[in-house]
Each structure stands twice: as C-alpha cells, then as structure tokens.
C-alpha cells in the first residue's frame, strides 16, 4: 500500500531505540524525511545510520531533553532548522513509566507530568501554527495506560495527554490536521527487559494477558504511526487505539 507520504517531514521524540526508532523506521521507509530526537547523541547516530538507505534519506539528528527547561522550544528550533522550516508529521513519544515507592514529593509528580504530558503539550503548541499555516498536519502522542494496579506518576499524566489530543482534535480538524494516541501494549525494548528478564516471567505474563500469545515489535507501533500521518487516515481524528495484542480486554 502507497501510503502517500513522500516529501513529508516528521520529529519524533525519544527515537534513540525501542518503540522511537519504530516510528522512525516505518516513516523512513515510507519516503518521510525525518528528525529523531533523544538526548544521547551516540544512541540517536547508531539508528540514523541504520535508516540511512531508507527512501526518505538519512535522518536528521536534534539533541535535546524534552524535560529540561526551554527543552521542547530547542527541539523544535532544531528540527525546524534540519526539516527545512517545516514539520508536517510530529510524533510526541518521550514517557516512561514512574511507579510511586514510599512517599512521592512534588518533584517526583511534577517530573512524571512534564515527561508524559506537559513536553508534548509544549512542542505541539510550538509546532501547530506551521501546520495550520500550510492547512495540513499530523499529530501522534504515545500514551500508555491510564489505570494502573498500583500508583504510578505516569497513569494520570497519559489520561491528560489523551484527553487534552482529543480536545485538540476537535480544535484543529478544520484546518487539515488530525491528532490521535497511541496505547502501547508490551512491546519488546529495554524497558521490557526490566520489567520481565527472564524467558519464565515473560511466558507466564504472556499466557495470563496477551492473547495474541507474545509481545510486540517496535514496527507494530511504527507501522500505525505511519498509516496515521497518511493522506489515507484523514478521517481518524480524536482516536485513541490500543496496541496490545488484545491484552486490553482483559483489563
């Protein structure tokens, strides 16, 4: 399937591996010429060497820290400057999980807020006029479960990503732009590893929740990411999709 996309230009945050370099390699391939941003320099070269023989060239490299302060106006000034002054394609991917042990101050939840809220509210604000000026845009927040078993600083902040992108759907459709969320499952990367090191504790969370019976890939995000910013996908607007293998029904 042609999904239309050559010439397009797309940022992406936290693209230094897992589900980022995903993304980033779905819409390489799909003829995007693209931005990847993270905060390791090394780590952002390894990927864009990898996709440097994609159809939409070697990425650009932004180095930046979404939560530091004036972090999204940098990376975005960068990307912007790499991009040709234009982001067509803005893929808010920067989070992570922040379990709550003992007693969590302000710090800790105002941490946890900028990275999976407030980062991509702020480089979106800074990304829209451009799109609104050329009436055609795409935005793609990864968002996460917002109910979790035990407390956990990310959970609140994913429901004020996914509510605050529906709201702005509804802002922006007129002017060509659609903005959706993505809720990954367990998708292999490092912090899956964590989460599950050995091969008995990945079975048996799998036979117990997933009945796809294994966990994703970083292109089963990649690939919706890239069918989203599609010409294709102009009336999915305001969606928040699961990507879970179905383990969310049985949440």
């Not at 980033?24 to 780590?43: E, K, Y």
């Not at 060509?176 to 912090?191: E, H, K, L, Y």
């Amino acid at each position: 399937m042609k999904l239309g996309l050559e010439g397009k230009t797309a940022l992406i945050t936290a693209a230094s591996g897992g589900i980022g370099s995903g993304i980033a390699a779905a819409l390489a391939d799909a003829g995007v010429h693209v931005a990847i941003s993270g905060r390791t320099a090394a780590a952002l070269e390894q990927v864009a060497e990898r996709l440097a023989s994609c159809s939409g060239g070697r990425p650009a490299i932004v180095v930046g820290d979404v939560c530091a302060k004036g972090g999204s106006a940098q990376i975005a000034a960068k990307a912007l400057a790499a991009l040709g002054g234009r982001v067509d394609i803005l893929v808010n991917n920067a989070g992570g999980a922040r379990p709550v042990t003992g007693e969590a101050d302000d710090a800790f939840w105002d941490e946890a807020l900028t990275l999976n809220f407030l980062a991509a509210r702020r480089l979106t604000d800074l990304i829209v006029p451009g799109m609104k000026a050329r009436n055609w845009g795409r935005i793609v927040s990864i968002s996460g479960a917002l109910v979790t078993p035990k407390l956990n600083g990310a959970a609140p902040a994913k429901a004020a990503l996914v509510s605050w992108s529906r709201t702005l759907s509804s802002e922006l459709g007129a002017h060509g732009i659609t903005v959706n969320t993505i809720a990954p499952g367990r998708i292999n990367s490092a912090q899956i590893q964590k989460l599950h090191p050995t091969e008995q504790s990945r079975v048996e969370f799998i036979k117990q929740n997933i009945p796809a019976g294994y966990f994703g890939e970083p292109h089963d995000i990649g690939h919706l990411v890239a069918f989203l910013a599609s010409p294709l996908a102009r009336y999915i607007n305001g969606a928040a999709i699961p990507v879970d293998g179905g383990a969310v029904r049985r949440v």
